[in-house]
């Protein structure tokens, strides 16, 4: 029985021993395999790197600003009485827009003036008897003090008046009114902007490394994402002559033609002004490039033996970069790759160094300098 017993747990533990060591010599024979064939090939898009000629350029953000512009507002305070324009009018320099009721101050400029022309009367007819010597220098500078007296107070009365008048100063484009028919006006409440939008200013800031660059008369290119298609022409008109000390920054103002008006004061632009000539760069598509802390990279699609067919396996090479100014979809590279390198474009995020790679093109980045807008 003991014997039995002892023959079966031997013939048992031989089963499953042969069962345990046959598993593991098919899981070893399996990670040699996958260690001989290394790991699976990943799809990207790769393209030869080219080079473009690049007019050499600046671009900086701007901020449009009205060639005239103003808030109009009353010195003096009022009743509104007439109201002559409509919001979004053009008008010309000096046109009425608005009257505040100034009846009580007509009233005493009447009774100023008629102050004035007695004052005026008696200084004459003290001129006639002073001649007479029928009174004395002492009567006749008094009453020139009167006469004087009483025109300051006619002009001081008709300067208020005129202020109950609101006129245009100068032309251009009213905006929204903001007073209404019997409203009470305070000195200072505003009415109604009026702004000149033809031609209109884009100011913005260059570092002073670039200052040598410009010029007034310079021509600059104007965009905004109001009007993504279209770009507005101009010329640099100002450069200022102080650099800013905390940002070492100088202002500059281009003039814009604005026919249309439809580049509006307070928009943001994006300004470019062509220097120099052109130069040839490498460009690639901005996909190309993996920005890293320790640098910019792309990789390579390098050829590394073939295969049983005689076709070459590619992999991937990690290789550090230079790059320059962006424009659209691409980028110029300075340094770190040549004319006719094969560089991924897409997929890196699957890569690194050694990684086999297979080539498909079927979807790949955009890659175009001045892309427009598409409606789907």
């Known amino acids: 029985m003991t014997k039995r017993m002892i023959i079966m747990l031997i013939l048992v533990a031989v089963t499953f021993g042969g069962i345990f060591g046959y598993k593991a010599f098919t899981g070893y024979m399996m990670q040699k395999a996958m260690a001989t064939q290394g790991p699976p090939p990943q799809t990207v898009s790769a393209m030869k790197a080219t080079t473009q000629a690049w007019q050499p350029r600046l671009q900086a953000v701007g901020t449009l600003k009205a060639l005239r512009g103003a808030d109009l507002a009353p010195e003096v305070s009022g009743i509104v009485s007439r109201i002559y324009f409509q919001s979004g009018e053009m008008v010309q320099a000096g ?33 006639e008897q002073f001649k007479e010597q ?18 300051a107070q006619v002009s001081e009365q008709q300067a208020l008046v005129d202020k109950k008048a609101i006129r ?8 929204i009114r903001m007073a209404d028919l019997g409203q009470y006006l305070n000195p200072g409440m505003k009415i109604v902007t009026l702004q000149t939008l033809d031609p209109i200013y884009v100011d913005f800031f260059l570092p002073q490394k670039d200052i040598n660059r410009i010029t007034v008369g310079q021509q600059v290119e104007v965009r905004t994402d109001a009007y993504p298609e279209h770009v507005f022409k101009g010329i640099i008109s100002a450069i200022d002559p102080k650099v800013d000390t905390s940002t070492r920054n100088a202002a500059i103002r281009a003039t814009v033609r604005n026919p249309k008006q439809q580049l509006l004061p307070g928009m943001f632009t994006t300004t470019l002004i062509e220097t120099g000539k052109s130069e040839r760069f490498i460009t690639m598509p901005q996909t190309a490039v993996v920005y890293n802390p320790y640098g910019s990279v792309v990789y390579l699609a390098v050829e590394k033996g073939k295969d049983p067919e005689g076709e070459p396996n590619l992999v991937a090479m990690q290789r550090f970069v230079k790059t320059g100014e962006t424009r659209g ?18 997929g890196q995020i699957k890569l690194r160094n050694g990684t086999p790679i297979l080539i498909n093109n079927k979807i790949h980045p955009t890659n175009d300098p001045a892309p427009t807008p598409v409606d789907n």
Do not use: C, H
Not at 333 to 345: F, N, Q, R, W
């Open 95 to 127: 046109a009425l827009l608005l009257e505040m009721d100034a009846q009580s101050d007509i009233a005493k400029l009447k009774s100023f003036k008629a102050t004035l022309e007695l004052a005026r009367k008696n200084y004459l007819r003290d001129q």
């Open 134 to 151: 029928i009174v004395s220098q002492a009567a006749l500078d008094a009453d020139l003090a009167d006469l004087q007296r009483a025109e």
């Open 168 to 175: 245009a100063p100068f032309d251009g484009r009213l905006g």
């Open 329 to 346: 979809d691409q980028i110029s590279i300075l340094e770190g790759i040549e004319e006719g390198d094969l560089v991924v474009t897409s």
